[in-house]
Structure formats: structure tokens, C-alpha cells
């Protein structure tokens, strides 16, 4: 079966790890009917009604029991999930970090090789509906769940979104215990959660941990990866937890001590891979919209804006007095919505709905959250002039589901023309005259003609003119081809290094930010 599918901190210092896939190497009646965990009057049944309200634990021995009551109602609904994955693999060079790499530094041969990935989920509706990561199920050619009771089923996927990296899967059952949905809307810093899943092995299945929610509101790129997804990752609008998330937790639930879904798991931040306290999941609220309208709808449709932005300088902001996390647009789209309302390239884009924006990163979740045909009015600065248009907001161009067969590969600008544009350099691929010019023993990599000093972050990255980039985002760069290729799987929004050689020889390291992707 062939399937689809940053955290914006200023303080992070390590990367943010999908917690869910190892590749082996390593509430709503709106779904149907059935029995429900949750012990709460405000968790809603699957069919319509309402449990018996119990009040928090007000005693140590109570309190300690609430901990083991949810744990018993919650995990017959969480399920394991092993995805069967082909991937190519590439010998390793014998030469690598030898002088001889430059001169067989070609990847070695490569052959098919089948990863079993581990990942989690959990019912939610008693006719076999699950929702878990799309991260998990990504091009997975086979996929199983395993049930508590250590029960089997071949899944199919119903749908995914990869722009909030979400995916509902089908199996053949019935009667299954699904889980109730809580209002992620009312949680609280400091609150108790338990997550739920199956970390780091098979054998650790339905592992259960317990801490806090210790931020709400985290705004960061949505963690799905990967080249093949055209849609790149959308704009998340977190819910950050100390409780243990460790890779194989990926969609998992995360619950209340009213045993109510508040967070799909998603991702984690750590310097090692493992678990370091701070954890990220999907909100309930937007979980529910999500998979409501997979199982209902048979696909996605998000508003579309139709243009492409980046923070504003700080600079700017300070001069200016602007909020923080003011945008500036790069590009409008012709006859998108925003062309037809007035918007312009170089407009700041300052709040929308009466929001100041605190991060421009907003802008995104915002636009994501709502549907085509609404209407969003955006504050702007043009000039020094504060305006506010009426955008009626349009739809994407195409669906978001797995189902959907005719997608658009391209992830970004096609041609060197629209990359200096976006980006602010101007490159060609090194041709043998100008290698020998440069004094280079091959003609590798790409080299800069030309810089965009206007703009700030290329001013700052040190880049210059006659300087050759053979290295991006991990990868070697061997000519304009792969530069666009490697450039075009770098997520909008997303920061990557980037390794240059001066014309003297010497070489040094720096980092670029793509601007976000068109909302």
C-alpha cells in the first residue's frame, strides 16, 4: 500500500525530532457511536450524550487512584502501529573523510531494504477509526495495528493531512473502545496530562507517563518531512509537555485526568533523540476539525491567502514600533484573494482579525485554521500607513489527502529566476572554464554572482559574490539541478547551513532561512 503523507524558539538548542517513526533501524458525536473513555460531564460521548460527572480528587489517595483510573479506561483505546517501509540502501564510501573522497567521493551502489517503522494511535470511533501522525504512516506500503489486548488488523489509510500532520486510518472492527474528545481550548499551564503510546520498542506498548502542560500556544513548523510531500509542513499551534514523549509516541494521545483527549504526540525537542521534558502535541480542538472532515468529507479544505512572507526585521519593528512578529510579504500571487484585496509585495502585515501578530509564524496557523469563503481582515502598514483589507479567503488548489493522485511535486521555485526572487542570490552551476579560473580541480557545485544587500538575512550570512556553494542542507551540491532540488525539500520557514568556498580556498559554514511557505 503506497500512502501520503522548528520550533519557533528562540531558545532552542537541539532539533526537533518526530516522536513517533523509527525506520528499523532503530468529542463529538461527529464520529459515530460506541462506548467512549472519560469520566467527565463536559467530554461528549460518541453518541451524543454525556458521562456522569465525577469532581477532581481533592484527597492524596485520590488523586494517586485518578492516575490509574485513567490509565485503565484510556489504553483500550490506544493502539500500536508498525509501518512497512521500502528504502534504498546506499553503501558506504570506503574514502569518506580521506583525501581520496574528493576523488571517489561517488555514493556507493544501492538495493531495497525493508524498515519496519513504529509509531501509535488511538480510536475514535468504535467502527475502527483511528487518528494518528501522518509522519507514522508516510509511504508506508504496509500497515498493522495492535490493540491492548493484543488483537491484529491490516489498516487503510482513510486520509491525511500533511500540512498539520494528521492521518485517520480504517481497520475491519467493531465495537472498539474509542476515546472521548476534551476542549484543548480550556486547558491551563500547569495542568495534569498523561501520555500514551508505545516508545522506542514494540515490546513497550501502551507505555503510560505523566507530567505537566508547560506552555501552550508553541508556534513551529509542523515536523513532517520528507521531499515527496508537496505540501510541505504547516504551521502548528503546540501544546508542550513534560511528560515523557519519546521516539514510537507519535500519534499517541495525550489526555486530562478526566481521560478526554486534549493532544495528539507529535514531536519532541532534545539534544540525544530521547526525551529531555519537552514534548509537543497537536490540540484536540484541531485534531477533531481535522479528522472530522477526512471521515465526513473525504478530504481537507484549508482557506489559501496566496502569498509568501518572512519575519519582519527587528530593525523594522523597532523603528517603526511594530509588533513583534510582524510580516512582510515578498510575493502576491496574481488573482489570489490577496491581489484581489489590495495586498502588495512589501506591505507589513500586522495583525489579522484585530490580532497583533507575536510571532509571524501566526499568520499561517491563522489562515490554516479557517475556511474557504470566510473573511479575515488583515491589519497592515504601507508606507508608515496603517490600513486594514478585507480578504474573502479562497481554497487551495488541491486537495490535501492522501486520495488525491495529481499533485504537484514542486515544493518551491522552479527556476533560477524565481529563486533569486525568493531567496535573494543569484547563482550558476561552475562550468569547467570557471573551475579552471578558480583554480578548482572539478567543475562541482554552484557559484554566487550576485547578492540581494537589500535583504537582511543574505546582508548578515556573510555570502559574497565569486563564492561556491557545494554543500546545502547536508547534501553535496553538484550544480544548479541539485542546488533546486535540495532548496525545494527544505520546509517553508525552515533555517538550513549551508558550506561555501572562498575564492582563496578557505571555507566557511553559514545559515539561511527559506521564507515561509504561500498562505
Known amino acids: 500500500m503506497s500512502t501520503q503523507g522548528k520550533v519557533s524558539l528562540a531558545v532552542v538548542v537541539g532539533g526537533a ?16 457511536v460506541g462506548d467512549a473513555v472519560g469520566t467527565s460531564s463536559q467530554a461528549a460521548n460518541l453518541d451524543g450524550s454525556t458521562q456522569i460527572e465525577q469532581p ?6 485520590g488523586f494517586e487512584t485518578a492516575f490509574s483510573e485513567v490509565a485503565q479506561s484510556v489504553n483500550p483505546a ?5 509501518a512497512a517501509k521500502v528504502v534504498d540502501r546506499r553503501m558506504r564510501n570506503p574514502f569518506e573523510g580521506t583525501p581520496f573522497e574528493r576523488f571517489f567521493g561517488q555514493r556507493g551502489p544501492s538495493e531495497p531494504e525493508v524498515r519496519q517503522g513504529l509509531g501509535s494511535g488511538v480510536v475514535v ?25 493484543g488483537e491484529q488488523y491490516e489498516a487503510e489509510v482513510v486520509g491525511t493531512d500533511p500540512y498539520k500532520d494528521l492521518a485517520v486510518l480504517k481497520v475491519d472492527a467493531s465495537d472498539m473502545t474509542a476515546i472521548s474528545f476534551g476542549n484543548s481550548e480550556q486547558v491551563s499551564v500547569g495542568q495534569w496530562v498523561m501520555a500514551f ?15 505537566i502542560i508547560s506552555a501552550l500556544g508553541r508556534l513551529q513548523a509542523s515536523p513532517q518531512r520528507g521531499r515527496s510531500s508537496s505540501q510541505g509542513g504547516g504551521v ?3 501544546i508542550q509537555t513534560d511528560a515523557a514523549i519519546n521516539p514510537g509516541n507519535s500519534g499517541g ?28 502535541a497537536i490540540p484536540s480542538s484541531t485534531v477533531e476539525r481535522i479528522a472530522t472532515q477526512i471521515i465526513e468529507e473525504g478530504d481537507v479544505r484549508r482557506a489559501y491567502l496566496g502569498i509568501r512572507y518572512g519575519g519582519a526585521p527587528e530593525t523594522l519593528v523597532d523603528n517603526e514600533n511594530l509588533p513583534k512578529g510582524s510580516a512582510v510579504v515578498s510575493q502576491v500571487e496574481e488573482g489570489a484573494p490577496a491581489d484581489e484585496a489590495g495586498l502588495e509585495a512589501g506591505d507589513i502585515i500586522t495583525g489579522i482579525n484585530g490580532t497583533p501578530l507575536e510571532d509571524y509564524l501566526q499568520l499561517g496557523n491563522q489562515i490554516a485554521s479557517m475556511r474557504p469563503g470566510e473573511e479575515a481582515e488583515l491589519q497592515i502598514n504601507r508606507d508608515g500607513e496603517a490600513r486594514t483589507l478585507t480578504v474573502t479567503l479562497g481554497a487551495r488548489g488541491e486537495s490535501m489527502t492522501a486520495s488525491s493522485e495529481d499533485r504537484s511535486e514542486s515544493n518551491g521555485p522552479s527556476t533560477a529566476e524565481a529563486l533569486q526572487e525568493e531567496l535573494g542570490l543569484q547563482l550558476q552551476g561552475v562550468t569547467p572554464e570557471m573551475a579552471r579560473r578558480l583554480g578548482l580541480d572539478e567543475a562541482q557545485g554552484v557559484v554566487i554572482t550576485g547578492v540581494d544587500q537589500s535583504n537582511r538575512m543574505i546582508r548578515e550570512s556573510g555570502l559574497q559574490p565569486r563564492q561556491i556553494i557545494f554543500k546545502m542542507a547536508g547534501e553535496q551540491i553538484s550544480d544548479m539541478d541539485t542546488f533546486m532540488e535540495v532548496y525545494r525539500s527544505v520546509e517553508p520557514g525552515d533555517a538550513f547551513r549551508m558550506a561555501v568556498r572562498n575564492p582563496d ?15
Open 78 to 82: 490506544v493502539v500500536q502501529i508498525r
Open 505 to 519: 580556498g578557505f571555507v566557511f559554514v553559514t545559515s539561511l532561512r527559506r521564507p515561509a511557505d504561500t498562505e
Open 125 to 149: 470511533r468504535s467502527d475502527g477509526h483511528i487518528i494518528t501522525n501522518n509522519h507514522v504512516i508516510q509511504d508506508a506500503e504496509r500497515l498493522s495495528v495492535q490493540t491492548l489486548d
Open 17 to 32: 525530532f518526530l516522536a513517533g517513526i523509527l525506520f528499523a533501524t532503530a468529542g463529538a458525536n461527529l464520529f459515530g
Open 56 to 61: 477532581p480528587p481533592n484527597t492524596p489517595n
Open 236 to 238: 502548528q499551534n503546540f
Open 197 to 211: 503510546g508505545s516508545p522506542l520498542d514494540p515490546q513497550l506498548n501502551n507505555s503510560v507517563t505523566a507530567g
Open 253 to 280: 494521545p495525550l489526555v486530562n485526568l478526566q481521560g478526554e483527549l486534549v493532544g495528539i504526540n507529535t514531536a519532541i525537542v532534545s539534544r540525544s533523540g530521547g526525551n529531555q521534558g519537552i514534548g509537543f
